[in-house]
């Protein structure tokens, strides 16, 4: 289940679909990831081709899906939550 958004916009998408503040080619893969966050009870229920994987540094403790080449959801899994989920490009 998602307990919280660091994302404010990525947010606002969730609760109420207004695209303002991500993306707006995104939406539909965005919705898809979203949704399977709010019903999965573990990251390993994950779908693979998510490309699902562990950060490190100053991100350690945080996974991350993809979303295209550059796009991706972060988030923190803690006790059966997906928390402080983010949505940021960090390949660019």
């Known amino acids: 289940m998602i307990r919280n958004f660091k994302h404010k916009g ?38 693979t081709q998510w490309k699902c994987h562990l950060l490190y540094k100053e991100l350690e403790g945080h996974h991350a899906i993809w979303v295209n080449a550059q796009w991706r959801i972060v988030f923190r899994f803690e006790n059966g939550d997906f928390c402080d989920v983010d949505y940021v490009q960090y390949h660019g």
């Open 10 to 47: 990525l947010e606002r998408f969730y609760k109420a679909g207004d695209v303002k503040g991500i993306n707006s080619a995104h939406a539909k893969r965005l919705k898809a990831r979203l949704a399977y966050l709010n019903i999965a009870r573990t990251v390993e229920d994950l779908p």
